[in-house]
């Protein structure tokens, strides 16, 4: 595992900007596709804003690939909750990224077609080629996708009940907590471990905790951030304070010159 520790949230999301942008460049110049995992939440938006500037300054998306994480369920993609709404608004509709290479689970999904949904969202990233990078936040719990603790390392993209830890920090944007949905679509760790290469970030004193637990505690299904240590390609990308918890000897300081 890389730890990355950055002066502050601009310069890691700037750094994880151009780690994607130097893939992108690298596919575009051969004329192939890069694909890539999304996170949403407020741990990636400095990243998509980066990436707006990157892809305005000339690297062109049209031959990225995206996969989302999650979506709460049921949800309308109209809702200004829907973590498709959050995509378009955050990165999707600033980028020339085409539209028919944008896939986030469905949270419209009738309840009866959901697992036929998951199984078509698990063979749409293989017929790809699989996820070049996964970008990644981590829950308070450490939950990674919306996969909670208690799930296990093979779990595929499926319809998940969400914990009242990962309910009660969504409060901030739903507004009150019984508007929080109960469920939502993510994918599996096992698909999120079969990517190339993994970045996780965070940010801020409350993640401090967590963070240690799960670079430096024992596997464990109890934390599923844990599980990134099984994988042989992970960056994790997080602030001094993020960091603040940590083994010093585990962790390379960058310097920030990025910004
Ligand atoms: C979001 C996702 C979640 C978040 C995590 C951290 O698509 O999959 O795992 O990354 O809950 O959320 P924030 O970034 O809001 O602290």
């Given at each position: 595992m890389e730890v990355l520790v950055f002066e502050n949230k601009e310069s890691g999301s700037l750094y994880a900007a151009q780690v994607i942008a130097n893939k992108v460049l690298m596919n575009n110049s051969v004329n192939e596709e890069t694909v890539l995992g999304l996170a949403t939440g407020s741990t990636p938006t400095d990243m998509y804003k980066a990436l707006i500037e990157i892809n305005k300054s000339g690297v062109s998306f049209s031959r990225i690939i995206t996969y989302n994480l999650d979506e709460y369920y049921p949800m309308k993609k109209s809702s200004p909750h829907s973590y498709h709404y959050y995509m378009y608004d955050h990165f999707f509709q600033h980028v020339d990224i085409h539209e028919e290479n944008?896939?986030?689970?469905?949270?419209?999904?009738?309840?009866?077609?959901?697992?036929k949904f998951c199984?078509?969202?698990?063979?749409?990233?293989?017929?790809?080629?699989?996820?070049?990078?996964?970008?990644?936040?981590?829950?308070?719990?450490?939950h990674i996708g919306f996969n909670e603790p208690g799930f296990s390392m093979d779990s595929l993209t499926q319809k998940v009940t969400l914990s009242d830890t990962?309910?009660?920090a969504a409060v901030k944007y739903f507004g009150k907590k019984e508007e929080v949905p109960f469920q939502a679509i993510s994918m599996g760790i096992s698909t999120i471990l079969s990517a190339d290469h993994i970045m996780m970030m965070a940010w801020g004193n409350e993640k401090a905790e967590i963070v240690k637990e799960s670079i430096e505690g024992q596997l464990s299904k109890d934390v599923p951030g844990t599980y990134l240590q099984t994988h042989k390609n992970v960056t994790?990308?997080?602030?001094?304070?993020?960091?603040?918890?940590?083994?010093?000897?585990?962790?390379?300081?960058?310097?920030s010159k990025l910004s």
């Amino acid at each position: 595992m890389e730890v990355l520790v950055f002066e502050n949230k601009e310069s890691g999301s700037l750094y994880a900007a151009q780690v994607i942008a130097n893939k992108v460049l690298m596919n575009n110049s051969v004329n192939e596709e890069t694909v890539l995992g999304l996170a949403t939440g407020s741990t990636p938006t400095d990243m998509y804003k980066a990436l707006i500037e990157i892809n305005k300054s000339g690297v062109s998306f049209s031959r990225i690939i995206t996969y989302n994480l999650d979506e709460y369920y049921p949800m309308k993609k109209s809702s200004p909750h829907s973590y498709h709404y959050y995509m378009y608004d955050h990165f999707f509709q600033h980028v020339d990224i085409h539209e028919e290479n944008i896939f986030i689970p469905n949270g419209e999904n009738k309840n009866e077609d959901l697992s036929k949904f998951c199984e078509e969202y698990e063979l749409s990233i293989r017929r790809n080629g699989g996820i070049d990078i996964q970008v990644l936040g981590l829950g308070l719990n450490g939950h990674i996708g919306f996969n909670e603790p208690g799930f296990s390392m093979d779990s595929l993209t499926q319809k998940v009940t969400l914990s009242d830890t990962t309910r009660t920090a969504a409060v901030k944007y739903f507004g009150k907590k019984e508007e929080v949905p109960f469920q939502a679509i993510s994918m599996g760790i096992s698909t999120i471990l079969s990517a190339d290469h993994i970045m996780m970030m965070a940010w801020g004193n409350e993640k401090a905790e967590i963070v240690k637990e799960s670079i430096e505690g024992q596997l464990s299904k109890d934390v599923p951030g844990t599980y990134l240590q099984t994988h042989k390609n992970v960056t994790i990308i997080l602030d001094a304070e993020s960091a603040s918890k940590l083994d010093n000897d585990r962790i390379s300081l960058i310097e920030s010159k990025l910004s």
